[in-house]
């Protein structure tokens, strides 16, 4: 198992639902209980979610579009290939 300084924090979880996804179902023997560098969580703005999010909820309530699937492809992915997002 890899082994990460403490303070790497843990592995985001649809890095790891991912990777275990691409191995058969199990997960990987290098994916443990700290962060990695594929597995650390991506850099994202706070602000920049809270406005993704906004946006989901609001064409959910509505039925209107409020500009959700642009706000959305703005972010990172990891699982679409897009680490840095389209912004």
């Known amino acids: 198992m890899a082994t990460t300084p403490k303070s790497a924090g843990q592995p985001e979880a649809l890095a790891t639902f991912a990777a275990t996804a691409r191995n058969a179902g199990h ?3 290098n994916i443990g209980l700290e ?5 650390k969580p991506l850099a994202t703005s ?5 406005d993704a999010a906004t946006r989901v ?3 959910g309530v509505t039925g209107k579009d409020r ?5 959305v492809d703005t972010l990172p992915d ?4 897009k680490p840095t997002g389209k912004a």
């Open 57 to 59: 909820l609001q064409e």
């Open 78 to 81: 990891r699982a679409a290939g």
């Open 67 to 71: 500009g959700a699937d642009e706000a």
């Open 46 to 50: 706070p602000a920049a979610k809270h």
């Open 27 to 29: 997960k990987p023997q």
């Open 35 to 39: 962060a990695t560098a594929a597995t």
